[in-house]
């Protein structure tokens, strides 16, 4: 039996990573009924299910959403219990965007006050995610609040070869300052139990570096995945996190109930939050050179 010609293209394509939306012979069978390319569109990029390339097979639903860039808002076409759901996303409501990547496999998270979406996508589409992030970056402010930069100078420290790469990029296209650098920090239980004493001496638990930047109008964070690690651990991932200013309404400290001097920061936007886990005197720099700064 003949293969349609549309869904042997589809399948030809197919791979774990995004792809972009140029022609209607791109637009995957699934969706073609609730999407159309038009001229008023930036980017569109078309989310693979999580086949494996060899199990594939043409005629398949291979993929498992779409997102489309506008000029006012973001449109995220997606299939739940085999139904096909078009969410709308304006730029002004987005809170947070976070770009959590590990060495294979990355997830693209856009935070609205009301509804997270998650867009997974492979490390091969790295460059593709940028192109994402830098419009929504765009987009999303919609507010005239500007921070005057500090000296651009950076401690000399010896930070993971991962985040110095995403610090040099990051640099390359955009002035950034520093407004806090959290060293990693050997952490001491607070508990009085032999048994948790002796776990946490032999876990030998660690606080994982961090950096706190700020754009003229946002945070920038570069912080691990899983800020507190045992001896034994080992993290290759590390998550971008982008904050506007105007966006922010509150900030929540808490000291941790299990470790001495480490602290639970809480950014807060209406209904969300952004949780980072720092020391005391991190903690007390982001909230006199930021937060003060914007109330």
Known sequence: MAIDST??????????WLLEIKQAQDIP??????????DEILLALKVPRPIERRDARPGQVLYDGIVCLYDREVKILHLEQQQVLVESVCYKDIVTIQ?????????????????SYSIPYNMVSQEMVDQVV????????????????????????????????ALNKLRANEKLSLLAYQPNMVL???S?????????????YTLYCSLFLSAEREIVVISSNKPV?????????????????????????????????LRHLQLKFGHQNLEFMLDQNTTRKIRVHVLDRVH
């Not at 069978?29 to 038009?38: A, N």
């Not at 970056?137 to 420290?157: G, H, T």
């Open 192 to 204: 009085s139990d032999d048994y948790e004493r002796f776990e946490n001496i032999y876990n030998n």
């Open 134 to 165: 830098h419009i929504l970056r765009k987009k999303y402010i919609c507010s005239d609040i500007l921070i005057k930069l500090e000296d651009e100078s950076f401690p000399n420290v010896e930070l993971p070869l991962l985040f110095k790469n």
């Open 99 to 115: 770009d959590v990547r590990d060495l294979l496999m990355g997830e693209l998270r856009i935070q609205t006050d009301h509804r």
């Open 29 to 38: 069978l699934v969706f073609v009924d609730y999407f159309q390319l038009t």
């Open 229 to 261: 690690k045992r001896r034994i651990e080992v993290d290759n991932s590390y998550i971008l996190s982008y904050i506007p200013y105007s966006q922010l309404r509150d900030m929540q400290i808490e000291k941790d109930r299990r470790f001495i001097g």
């Open 188 to 190: 001491e239980g607070n």
């Open 7 to 16: 869904l042997q293209h589809e399948y030809d394509s197919f791979g774990p």
